[in-house]
């Protein structure tokens, strides 16, 4: 079974400060996606990495892919509470049964 | 476009009784995918349709069933319902031609009593 561990699970910061995200897993992925979900609503897509070593810049967001593709993280840089949400990075392998793995969640918090 | 619409958005149960959820894809999407989602569990995935043909299958039992019409449209039948089903029930739509964006309804939120 392929798992993507999250870190931190919980994350409550204040407006302005700097956060990372981690996603780290055994298993090498061809690709990996990161979403955010909002209460009441289903996940959407922020970003999709391919290349190992590939950083991606969305705004105040930074994805970075692993060399070996199997982890990945994600820098927020001077958060905003319209920022706060359940964070899950999701990994792609056509080999598995389970077409997109989904990583544990880190949820984050931002207040004024 | 119209998105991924979902119905209906609540349901409530007792043990035993079945359910039946449903899903429309966005227009021109052929492949529609369900997860489950609970606290403790995380994003799981059930299974995927691609015309009307399921292509993958996740590790649930067969109480977990589906299907896909020709407008791509999809159910999800849940039979004899466990507490533990309680659950959001999320499903995602894609064109289904590989490692792509998936698009997400807001839910099916299922309470089992």
């Known amino acids: 079974t392929q798992l993507l561990e999250q870190s931190p699970q919980f994350l409550s910061i204040q407006e302005g400060e700097n956060l990372t995200v981690y996603c780290n897993s055994s298993s090498v992925f061809s690709s990996l996606q990161w979403y955010r979900q909002e209460p009441g609503e289903g996940p959407v897509l922020l970003v999709t990495v391919v290349t190992g070593g590939e950083v991606k810049k969305l705004k105040r967001l930074t994805f970075q892919f692993g060399d070996a593709r199997k982890d990945s993280s994600l820098h927020i840089t001077a958060a905003q509470p319209g920022d706060t949400g359940l964070y899950l990075c999701a990994g792609f392998n056509t080999g598995t049964a389970s077409k997109l793995t989904f990583g544990t969640g880190t949820r984050l918090q931002v207040t004024l | 476009k119209a998105g991924v619409t979902q119905t209906p958005r609540y349901l409530i149960k007792t043990r035993g009784q079945q359910v039946t959820l449903s899903c429309s894809p966005i227009s021109g999407h052929r492949s529609v995918s369900w997860y489950q989602q609970t606290p403790g569990q995380g994003l799981q995935f059930l299974f995927e349709?691609?015309?009307?043909?399921?292509?993958n299958k996740g590790n649930f039992p067969g109480r977990f069933s589906g299907r896909q019409f020709s407008n791509s449209r999809s159910e999800m039948n849940v039979s004899t319902l466990e507490l533990g089903d309680s659950a959001l029930y999320l499903c995602?739509?894609?064109?289904?031609?590989?490692?792509?964006?998936?698009?997400f309804g807001s839910g099916t939120q299922l309470s089992v009593l």
């Open positions: 995602a739509s894609s064109l289904g031609t590989g490692e792509e964006k998936l698009f």
């Open positions: 349709y691609f015309s009307e043909t399921q292509r």
